[in-house]
T-cell receptor, first 120, second 112 residues
Framework: DAGVTQSPTHLIKTRGQQVTLRCSPK?????VSWYQQALGQGPQFIFQ???????QRGNFPDRFSGHQFPNYSSELNVNALLLGDSALYLC???????????????????FGAGTRLSVL | AQTVTQSQPEMSVQEAETVTLSCTYD???????LFWYKQPPSRQMILVIR??????QNATENRFSVNFQKAAKSFSLKISDSQLGDTAMYFC?????????FGQGTRLTINP
């Protein structure tokens, strides 16, 4: 059973550049959430995608955008990179479908290993 | 709004000892879930245990158990018979509608 996979593992960019991070959800999952984890901090919610639409958004500027494809995979795009965007970006997938028997299982988010972004 | 607070930045115990990690939370949601995640140096966030807020019974998962005090909004994690592989960052998190809200984490070290 394939888990959540993210690419690339590491990325180095310079200020002002744009970056795209990719995520493939766990097999059978239909919802993808993105989190930013600064060094020494807990993850912060960026946004969540379901049925190819952004369903909920955290307190992040419009420079952060995303996309979900028909196969449920997702991309996170960050424009005009700032030094403060340096962080570990985590993708999590979950199952939203109403036919999920275990209501609790519907809310469990499974995480990938993340992409470490360094902005110089 | 949801907030999660972990007041212990670091903890250290000897192998085979029992350790308890503290967490308090605040939420305006009526239906919510609470989680403990483990993040080893490999960075992968691994689910340790979950608690459905509408259930009074404390969740257990092998050596891991929680003490859920809903009125006090407290959700502590107890690790029994600790092992070297338990060394990691531990994050408490709450979930209302969709998003997870995490605490700052507790760095747990198990010493041989």
């Amino acid at each position: 059973d394939a888990g959540v996979t993210q690419s690339p593992t590491h990325l180095i960019k310079t200020r002002g550049q744009q970056v795209t991070l990719r995520c493939s959800p766990k097999s059978g999952h239909d919802t993808v959430s993105w989190y930013q984890q600064a060094l020494g901090q807990g993850p912060q919610f960026i946004f969540q995608y379901y049925e190819e639409e952004e369903r909920q958004r955290g307190n992040f500027p419009d420079r952060f955008s995303g996309h979900q494809f028909p196969n449920y995979s997702s991309e996170l795009n960050v424009n005009a990179l700032l030094l403060g965007d340096s962080a570990l970006y985590l993708c999590a997938s979950s199952l939203e479908a109403i036919w999920a028997v275990d209501k609790g299982a519907k809310n469990i988010q499974y995480f990938g290993a993340g992409t470490r972004l360094s902005v110089l | 709004a949801q907030t999660v607070t972990q007041s212990q930045p670091e903890m250290s115990v000897q192998e085979a000892e029992t350790v308890t990690l503290s967490c308090t939370y605040d939420t305006s949601e009526n239906n919510y879930y609470l989680f403990w995640y483990k993040q080893p140096p490999s960075r992968q966030m691994i689910l340790v245990i979950r608690q459905e807020a509408y259930k009074q019974q404390n969740a257990t998962e092998n050596r891991f158990s929680v003490n859920f005090q809903k009125a006090a909004k407290s959700f502590s994690l107890k690790i029994s018979d600790s092992q070297l592989g338990d060394t990691a960052m531990y994050f408490c998190a709450s979930q209302g509608a969709q998003k997870l809200v995490f605490g700052q984490g507790t760095r747990l070290t198990i010493n041989p």
